[in-house]
T-cell receptor, first 116, second 115 residues
Framework: AQKVTQAQTEISVVEKEDVTLDCVYE???????LFWYKQPPSGELVFLIR??????QNEISGRYSWNFQKSTSSFNFTITASQVVDSAVYFC?????????????FGTGTRLTVIP | DAGVIQSPRHEVTEMGQEVTLRCKPI?????LFWYRQTMMRGLELLIY????????DSGMPEDRFSAKMPNASFSTLKIQPSEPRDSAVYFC?????????????FGPGTRLTVT
């Protein structure tokens, strides 16, 4: 079974628009970690955020914000006032403590294109 | 810190040849991971090490793949013999678990093409 689902394969927005990337996860662990990574066209994977299952506080970092809702098993990522440099593939990932908290299960990614 | 270093960045080889991918983790990190990224399967974990010891190699596709970590600053992923379906981007990542929190830092990847 897919542990992390990113239903949006591709999204295009015009610069300065807000955009939300969806992530739904599945786990039986009570303790787990959720991550977002960015993969720009250059190919590297850049860590954006980590959230543990006991911390449901939303987080804001500049134009980025994350909405973690355990009730719906979702960890959505919003970019406010998008910029061309935000164009990338974004991956949501899950790590389960029972599995050793070392194995990252990645979603299939959402390709975001920001049109100038 | 220089981050995770991988070499080569690109590798083109013919089917049947041996391929060796190299990784230098971030100094002080005690976990090292090898991932493969393809269009069909996305990002998948192949194997990971803790303190140079392989912990989980269940993601290694078959016996043609092998990985070693002879010391804390170096790891290799070897494919012998290589096949066209091995064409992918291979990422190495490292992490250091402090208490309940950690994150994996990825290298730039090695793009492997097997013709």
């Amino acid at each position: 079974a897919q542990k992390v689902t990113q239903a949006q394969t591709e999204i295009s927005v015009v610069e300065k628009e807000d955009v939300t990337l969806d992530c739904v996860y599945e786990t039986r662990d009570t303790t787990y970690y959720l991550f977002w990574y960015k993969q720009p066209p250059s190919g590297e994977l850049v860590f954006l955020i980590r959230r543990n299952s006991f911390d449901e506080q939303n987080e804001i970092s500049g134009r980025y914000s994350w909405n973690f809702q355990k009730s719906t098993s979702s960890f959505n990522f919003t970019i406010t006032a998008s910029q061309v440099v935000d164009s990338a593939v974004y991956f949501c990932a899950l790590s389960e403590v029972q599995a050793g908290a070392n194995n990252l299960f990645f979603g299939t990614g959402t390709r975001l294109t920001v049109i100038p | 810190d220089a981050g995770v270093i991988q070499s080569p960045r690109h590798e083109v080889t013919e089917m049947g040849q041996e391929v060796t991918l190299r990784c230098k983790p971030i100094s002080g990190h005690d976990y090292l991971f090898w991932y493969r990224q393809t269009m069909m399967r996305g990002l998948e974990l192949l194997i990971y090490f803790n303190n140079n010891v392989p912990i989980d190699d269940s993601g290694m596709p078959e016996d043609r793949f092998s990985a070693k970590m002879p010391n804390a600053s170096f790891s290799t992923l070897k494919i012998q013999p290589s096949e066209p379906r091995d064409s992918a981007v291979y990422f190495c990542a490292s992490s250091f678990i402090i208490g309940p929190t950690y994150e994996q830092y990825f290298g730039p990847g090695t793009r492997l093409t097997v013709t």
